[in-house]
T-cell receptor
Framework: GENVEQHPSTLSVQEGDSAVIKCTYS??????FPWYKQELGKRPQLIID?????GEKKDQRIAVTLNKTAKHFSLHITETQPEDSAVYFC???????????FGGGTRLMVKP | EAGVVQSPRYKIIEKKQPVAFWCNPI?????LYWYRQNLGQGPELLIR????????DSQLPKDRFSAERLKGVDSTLKIQPAELGDSAVYLC????????????????FGAGSRLTVL
């Protein structure tokens, strides 16, 4: 089955700096790569996703890049703010595209 | 739209007791998932339903866990008897028809049910 590795497990940045979280996956047939943000005690919420027909997608201060050859994708957050502090999870689909496997999560702390 | 609704939000029980969680997915979503999230980890799939059929339950510990989705809408997840290691957040999620790989189908989570087994 699919295996998703996520790094780093914790990330601390100063407000205004950029943050980058990286994930690798094992199934070369994976075609969909979402990122979820989970604030303390709340549900994981989809913040951005990318499908493999594109290499990069942006939405305001967040962007995701995908390298299918190397089987890795990354989340980039620019101009970080304290409200960006949360746990971020990446995920990848299986071959059939009907299941998501999640990474272990990255705890991002943005210091004011 | 109400989103994915779960209850109870919190449950504290003693080991060997039974517990049940309920989930109502987004209206029209035919695929329903139960995930378990241990502290500091990512969600892990327990079971996936397509309508009323459990199509992937390979990660469900069947000796003590059971699930049902009788009418293809809401679902219950039961643990009997609960063990200390079952303490976790049980997340329900749903998605629409079709693959994630194409189109606009996305996975939406409920708020979760936090189980503490003493």
């Amino acid at each position: 089955g699919e295996n998703v590795e996520q790094h780093p497990s914790t990330l601390s940045v100063q407000e205004g700096d950029s943050a980058v979280i990286k994930c690798t996956y094992s199934d070369s047939a994976s075609n969909y790569f979402p990122w979820y943000k989970q604030e303390l005690g709340k549900r994981p919420q989809l913040i951005i996703d990318i499908r493999s027909n594109v290499g990069e997608k942006k939405d305001q201060r967040i962007a995701v890049t995908l390298n299918k050859t190397a089987k890795h994708f990354s989340l980039h957050i620019t101009e970080t703010q304290p409200e960006d502090s949360a746990v971020y999870f990446c995920a990848a689909t299986n071959n059939a595209g009907n299941m998501l496997t999640f990474g272990g999560g990255t705890r991002l702390m943005v210091k004011p | 739209e109400a989103g994915v609704v779960q209850s109870p939000r919190y449950k504290i029980i003693e080991k060997k007791q039974p517990v049940a969680f309920w989930c109502n997915p987004i209206s029209g979503h035919n695929t329903l998932y139960w995930y378990r999230q241990n502290l500091g980890q990512g969600p892990e799939l327990l079971i996936r339903y397509e309508n009323e059929e459990a199509v992937d339950d390979s990660q469900l510990p069947k000796d003590r866990f059971s699930a049902e989705r009788l009418k293809g809408v809401d679902s219950t997840l039961k643990i009997q008897p609960a063990e200390l290691g079952d303490s976790a957040v049980y997340l329900c999620a749903s998605s629409g028809r079709g693959s994630f790989n194409s189109g606009a189908n996305v996975l939406t989570f409920g708020a979760g049910s936090r189980l503490t087994v003493l």
